[in-house]
């Protein structure tokens, strides 16, 4: 029998012979049951049973002696696993009986590996940065930072021709959709979007960064007693409140600051989607109502109308 422990802290041929002990250890305790259940039922008289009983009884025990004193030593050859992971007591989340409902610790293991792999990874970064290092004193780091001007940020700020060729180039793409662009305040947008005979949007930008979008229903007021757009009122209706807020997640979804063409085109491209508001039932239970609203989600990917509740 080969005893050397691996350098993994498990003897897997002991492991494996560990294994068939408490096979052997099993059948002996289901010898010892047996012999109790049937007893000795051949013999003639009864002295002869009880002495063939106590014989076959005592070499039942032997043999689970026998069996459980091999598996004590294999025990002791099989080794210990090394405690890479200080878990203490979450440990015993491997003792929940529903690990294939909650693998709670499996995930834990997994975090903890991810855990040391990033501070190895971090520590080999910082011993290169560190070799890479420029050698300047703090003084001529502060007279270097005093003369260097700082840079301009050069996506915020579009000549306005610019934003009116990309919005009218919207405009052309989707025939159900008219937008109405105004500066009210300078250089800022903002565009009347009306989709169909469905909605109306207002949208607020910044250069060609969209900041707030308000969603009314058609026939609803979207102009202040001044005549402006009103920017700061919600619709009346709970259908066009909850574009609203989807509106305001797609805004943080479209997000390409060194293509800002591209998001407010692919923003417009999910808005046209709600041209069917009222008539696209449900893509999970395909219902057309619930709780009296219609579907008001759309996917980002596939556009696809959703109930608030069936998305997630």
């Known amino acids: 029998m080969a005893e050397g422990v691996l350098s993994a802290g498990i003897n897997l041929e002991a492991f494996a012979q560990a294994i068939a002990a408490i096979q052997a250890l099993r059948s002996s305790v289901t010898r010892v049951f047996d012999c109790l259940k049937d007893g000795k039922r051949n013999k003639e008289t009864l002295e002869g049973r009880e002495k063939g009983f106590v014989s076959s009884?005592?070499?039942s025990l032997h043999s689970v002696s026998r069996d459980l004193g091999e598996l004590e030593r294999l025990s002791n050859l099989v080794g210990k696993p090394s405690e890479n992971h200080p878990l203490h007591n979450s440990?015993?989340?491997?003792l929940d009986p529903v690990q294939?409902?909650?693998p709670l610790y499996s995930q834990l293991l997994q975090a903890y590996k991810w855990s040391n792999k990033l501070q190895y990874h971090a520590g080999l970064a910082s011993g290169l940065l560190?070799?890479?290092s420029l050698k300047r004193s703090a003084n001529q780091m502060g007279m270097s930072a005093k003369r260097r001007p700082k840079a301009q940020p050069t996506t915020l700020?579009?000549?306005p021709q610019y934003v009116d060729d990309v919005i009218s180039r919207i405009d052309r793409m989707f025939p159900e959709m008219s937008i109405h662009?105004?500066?009210p305040n300078g250089t800022s947008a903002m565009l009347m979007v009306t989709l169909g005979k469905v909605l109306k949007v207002i949208v607020v930008m910044r250069s060609l960064f969209i900041d707030r979008t308000i969603v009314k229903g058609y026939h609803e007021n979207v102009y202040t007693e001044e005549g402006k757009l009103d920017i700061w009122s919600k619709s009346n209706y709970q259908v066009f409140q909850k574009v609203t807020d989807h509106a305001?997640?797609?805004l943080l979804h479209y997000q390409l600051?060194?293509?800002p063409d591209v998001v407010v085109r692919s923003f417009m491209t999910w808005l046209r989607s709600y041209i069917k508001l009222f008539q696209a039932p449900c893509q999970r239970c395909g219902k057309f109502l619930q709780d009296g609203l219609p579907p008001t989600w759309r996917d980002f990917r596939t556009l696809e109308a959703f109930h608030d509740t069936c998305r997630q």
């Open 248 to 250: 305001t997640t797609a």
């Open 100 to 102: 294939d409902k909650t």
């Open 130 to 132: 560190n070799q890479q």
């Open 57 to 59: 009884f005592q070499e």
């Open 157 to 159: 700020v579009l000549p």
């Open 181 to 183: 662009l105004s500066r």
């Open 257 to 259: 600051p060194q293509m």
């Open 91 to 94: 440990g015993l989340l491997s």
